[in-house]
């Protein structure tokens, strides 16, 4: 189980790997970590810190997708559940009060797209963009158009406080991570939501509740958002609906196709998804750490991005294959599944 | 005892203008406002109602919610109406030729808010401006004046990439500092005018530079730096004596900071454009002079000097 | 019209196409004469498209080769076949509705003047065309003006103006009223006159013996054989079509009456899909499902285990009401099922062999409660044996087995829940000789252990081996049921053909 799952981040180990060296000919310090203040310190554990929405948004992202769905609301949902919380302790409440309504608040919002999804039968990238559109304009109401500011030390530790020494947000997401993984490979959830989004007729035909699996996936990427949105609200003490998770979604999406997971459904792997995360936000910190002028951020973005997915590619893995099958017998265990390609493209 | 602060900050932000009224008595001015994206156009809308209160003019207020063909059909209706005048606030720059047109045909004057159009300027009256190269030059100034040329190295937190206010910001800052050497830009990256993407570069410029190596922190707006502040604490160092923060807006959050001794200084993006712009209808009304078309607002420094908690509680109360 | 003395416009001998999984044809000859209405026969999956698109060059064939005019070809794909002189119209018109007639008709190869589009000559020139085949149209409108029928009219004059030795209509009458099939048959019968020979490949066997002067049927991706029309009635058609002689199984006269009455529907229907109809299924009992394509076999078997659920009649398993609203529920009551279209609604290809076979049983248990390793292994050790599945590891993904292994994997994953009824359609369509009787021989044998299976087939050889009773369609109605000594494939053409003569 544990190597099965080693072998198959593989790809997404090496490229972190990779990324976390670019940072480190970018800025030598890159690696160096200290306990001040009460806390760890280092570049190392902002990445980890701030990767924190992107991997809570690609945990639910990895099970909709794998259902050959997308949710392209998780952004908003995340603004709508900053300013949920805020307005509830602004208004006098408790942290774990603002935690619990955001978190209804964005279980809520995955019932509807699961609801348009699963019950009404609208394509997802349709169904998800409606609340995508829409959310922020709700989270712009709850706030009032400004930064709903706020002092409650209990919220505000959920993004800016520490667990011995540990930024929380690092423990939220790897929890949440190891929750939801430990969930789906525990039970025969994540089976029987690779089946549905591998081919609906024959698993609803197989006896598989499809309906129910849909809304369930949009209901975990909801809850994941309205976490993420919370944290991210802390994190700066207030609630920012006009930008707060502003295009996060796409990161979300990115994570998960770094991670080597199909858009168009199927197997997963969170883990994966989750490590694609760090690598979109170790991008993101050699471009803060280069000191290249603003101007040349989305081009270096794009170009190393550009380099991660073509070397994931079906043909350069095929040909990686065959490069190592032919330099040594090719490795005993390996299902035909995740080494050849040319198979799944040669059907008719 | 809160109530009589702002009442009294109120009293003394807006005396200039309160002894002007009197040629507007009893007009009619239209407002067409882009919306409530901001708290500082919150703010904008708010003085704008008091301004015209104080002058005696009825305010038909109209919010397009970001949408230029509400903002038209509003002119429109305004012209139909027949107000004196019309204030607007244009969400876009291009478009506005046919409308403004039409109000020129029907003899109101219309003095743009806050932003400029692209349109020939014989269509409208004025424009009522902040300058906001000047503003980056005023917040430079301020930096140059304090450190006295003591050796500086300064972090700069840009807005958009490629957006107006940013380049402007930025190149006035430079121009500012251009005479003093002993004041250095070190590393300079957008933090996309968003408190949490101030605080996220704020993080990395600390462990870049280190914290020790950082005298200055200038952004292009009081939310970048808020976030940073944030970052400055959480690394263990003095944001406003370790590092000197600087920025532009004077939103409420910043005069918060400065009262608290975390900020230094911030140079206000008035939301007071109405203000200048009643005056040029009112001078316009009595006398008929036409007013140059355009108006600067004024680019007023704020630092811990001034007393904080009052302007904060005071522009709270305008809706930021 | 036709000259079967001169030599063949169209040659094709030894067609073979292989998928992974399955054969498609194998070792298929085809034969046609200029001016001759060809019609190509056969259930689905017999191979009459995968046939089409060998010859049309949009599959490339794995063995034979093809003549036109006496000359080998190679066409790479559907435009180099037109190019060729082998036109094809499909159901679904593939015309832009967004142009004009004109345009289509002329579209990739216009009239031009001094290089630039002549438009007045194309109008002018596509109003003669469509004049010669009778139709009085205004070539200057937008297609989609114009009903279906016309629409296909221009896709023949658009197949026929440009190449003009061989025209492949793929039912082409599916959609169409009485008033417009005349039209088009009028068409094809001018088209025969100027000596093309035209494939016509339907369903529908009234306007076979209308308009076909030869017939060539396939039954399973194999020739069954070439007849001129005026030789053979439609009994002998359909028993072409679904078979009569299986050499290696004959009726076992030695069956043990079936048990206890397990389900029974009454006035049982879905409307616009199934006619109502009754059925008593006892323990130790095969039903046959037999008839021609869109009969009503693969209906019956949706509304029974409740793919799509019945709107009419009632339900009572072991004498109490039930419903069968969905396959969740149907599972839970102990049914199971195969579906007729393995790869669509059948296998899901990228799961593993193991996970394929658990998965209905996984399913009923619920999320929440996973069978362990230990469980799951057993019972894919059991039915890879016991059904002899071959394959190189039960990890591979199911895509990967051959079409007959897949069958039984999807038996696997039905018997694996235990089921007390078995609905399986067409459980040997596309599968190699070897499995299919290993398939056969499994109904019997569950049968014999006291489940109630439900079986809808083409086979009717097949159906003929193992049913305790069969169930004719036709229309969707349940027209006629064969028990005992009556049943033998004779009597099932006649029930099917019957109906023909009567209407």
Known sequence: MISATLKRVAPQLVILAVVLLMNFAVFPGFFHIEFQNGRLFGNLIDVLNRGAPVALLSIGMTLVIATKGIDLSVGAVMAIAGAVAAAVVTGGGGWLTALLAAIAAGLLCGAWNGILVAILRVQPIVATLVLMVAGRGIAQLITEGKIMTFLNPGLIHLGAGTVAGIPTPILIWIAAGIIVTAIVRGTALGMLIESIGINETASRLAGINSRALLIAVYLISGLGAAIAGVIVAADIKGADANNAGLWMELDAILAVVIGGNSLLGGRFSIVASLIGALIIQSVNSVILLSGMPPEFNLVIKALIIIVILVIQSPRIKHTLYLLRASAGPAPRETTLHDTDPVAKESRP | MKLRTTLLATAVLLAPFGAMAAGAQGKT?????????????????????????????????ADAQQKQENQIKALRGFIAQGVDAILLAPVVATGWDEVLEEAKDADIPVILLDRKVDAPDDLYMTAVTSDTVYEGEVAGKWLVDHEAGKDCRVVELQGTTGSSPAIDRKAGFEKAIADAPNITIVRSQTGDFTRAQGKVVMESFLKAEGAANICALYAHNDDMAVGAIQAIKEAGVKPGEDIVVVAIDAVPDMHLAMSNGEANATVELTPNMAGPAFDALEAYWTEGTMPPKWIQTESKLYTVADDNKAIYDMKKSLGY | MMNTTSAPVLHAAGISKFFPGSIALDDVELTLYSGEVHALLGENGAGKSTLIKCLTGAYRRDAGMIRLDGQEIDPRGPLDSQSLGIGTVYQEVNLLPNLTVADNLFLGWQPTRHGLLDRKTMVRRAGEILSGFGLEIDPSLLLSAYPIAIQQVVAIARAVEQSGKVLILDEPTASLDRDEIDLLFSVVRQLTARGIAVVFITHFLDQVFEIADRVTVLRNGRLVGTRQM??????????????????????????????KSLLKLKNFGKRGMIEPFDLDLHEGEVVGLAGLLGSGRTETVKVIFGV??????????????????????SIAMRFGMCPEDRKTDGIVGDLSVRENIILSLQARQGWHRPLTRTKINEIVDHYVKALDIRLASPDMPIRLLSGGNQQKALLARALATEPELLILDEPTRGIDVGAHAEIIELIEHLRAHGMALVVASSEMAELVTYSNRIIVLRDRHHVRELEGDAINTGAIVRAITQQEALA
Not at chain 2, 37 to 54: C, I, L
């Open chain 3, 230 to 259: 005026d030789d053979v009635t439609q009994s002998d058609i359909v028993e072409m079509m679904l078979g009569r002689h299986l050499e290696t199984h004959l009726r076992r006269r030695d069956r043990s009456a079936p048990g």
């Open chain 2, 29 to 61: 001015v239209g407002f067409s406002q882009i919306g409530s994206e901001s708290g500082w156009r919150a703010a904008e809308t708010t003085v704008t109602k008091q301004q015209a209160e104080e002058r005696g003019i009825d305010l038909k207020f």
């Open chain 3, 308 to 329: 799509t659920a019945a709107d009419q009649g009632n339900a009572e398993l072991r004498g109490k009401p039930v419903k069968m609203a969905n396959p969740r529920e």
